[in-house]
């Protein structure tokens, strides 16, 4: 706790031309996805498509459990690594490998997508600073240590306040841009913020136009 409010409180009083070390930034990143003790439930949003699950969060385990069919997928934050497991009746299987590329429940958001390696990238800086819904934010350019992710480089941009994640963007391997996600609001859950609806949408990679929009809704 105390290493959080360290970091946080760097973040936070950091001036405008002396950002923190890239490696500091996705360290706040990281705690603070594991900083949340809910039960929600949630959907999936892709045309006129619905995919109803429920969220689980105990600290650094999050667990998505969707029906018609039974699936479950988790996902552990730690320090060092994340690891993504398909839960089933005889235990946790590790998801990786070509599983990557798999969809979840046939939308835009990857296997890949939620085990967020890139926030683990030792390739990582800071690129300067924006501002998101009147926001102030880092935006950090990280680059994928080997071509086991579909992605060669990705984009994040990081509220300097809270260390939250806005905003990101995923390069494939040829320099295009291919998947955008943006957080469109959030909500307060037991006196702390939490997402309430973020925007996926794959592009095409050659005209860069959206092929597909996903909505991911959290609901109280």
Known sequence: ????????S?????????????????????????????????????????VPFRLTQSGPVIRYSFTNPDEALQLRIGDKDS????ITRTGAANVGGKEWEQKVRGTAI?????????????????????????????KLELTAPSR????????????????????????????RLTKRFEVVSVQKIEGRFFLKQMRIEELNPSTRKVQTRTYLDIKQ
């Open 10 to 50: 760097l973040l936070a009083l950091a001036p405008a031309s002396a950002a923190p070390p890239a490696r500091d930034i996705l360290a706040t990143v990281r705690m603070q996805q594991a900083q949340q003790n809910v039960e929600l439930q949630g959907q999936l949003r892709e045309g006129g498509r619905v």
């Open 83 to 86: 690891r993504l497991e398909e």
């Open 148 to 175: 086991q992710s579909s992605y060669s480089k990705v984009f994040v941009w990081v509220e300097q306040q809270s260390g939250a994640l806005l905003r990101l963007e995923g390069f494939d391997w040829g320099g």
């Open 110 to 138: 990857t296997y890949e997508d939620l085990a967020l390696k890139f926030l683990y990238w030792q390739d990582a800086k800071v690129v300067g600073e924006d501002y998101i819904h009147t926001r102030r934010v880092w």
């Open 1 to 8: 706790m105390l290493k959080r409010l360290v970091l946080l």
